[in-house]
């Protein structure tokens, strides 16, 4: 963050951001002088998570009113601190991931549910990739397909 802040020092908020299970940004604009107590993290609802594209939390997801809209810990993700493309002189943008208790990956967030099934899919040998059309490259010898 420091330097970051060299680099930008007209900095004056920062966006953190929490990507939902739609891919829409959730998020809070903070002080640049609070950046450094973000370290130790802020706090979302776990309901974000089962929020339907208009912003509707999904009860039968039993992340939202039942629960009682608990709030989790979010922890800033290592090395997203970039400026924001609204206003890249005096804001900067960063994104968050939110953990359990004990700092472990929460389980339903979209970024550990991916992260999950590549690692399942390396165990078996296989290495997703990305292809020149809409779709997944596995590569990988051919035996274990």
Do not use: H
């Amino acid at each position: 963050m420091k330097r970051y802040l060299e680099r930008y020092p007209n900095t004056q908020y920062v966006d953190v951001l929490l990507t939902d299970l739609n891919g829409c940004f959730r998020g809070k604009r903070i002080p640049v002088s609070s950046l450094k107590k973000l370290e130790k993290g802020c706090y979302f609802p776990a309901s974000v998570f089962a929020m339907d594209i208009l912003g509707n939390v999904v009860e039968e997801a039993g992340l939202g009113q039942e629960m009682g809209e608990p709030d989790r810990i979010c922890v800033p993700v290592l090395g997203s601190l970039t400026p924001s493309a609204a206003d890249p002189e005096f804001i900067g943008q960063m994104l968050l991931t939110m953990v359990d208790e004990d700092g472990a990956p929460f389980d339903v967030e979209p970024r550990n549910v991916l992260n999950r099934l590549w690692q399942q899919l390396r165990q078996r040998g296989l290495f997703p990739g990305r292809s020149g059309r809409a779709g997944v490259l596995f590569t990988g010898s051919p035996a274990r397909r």
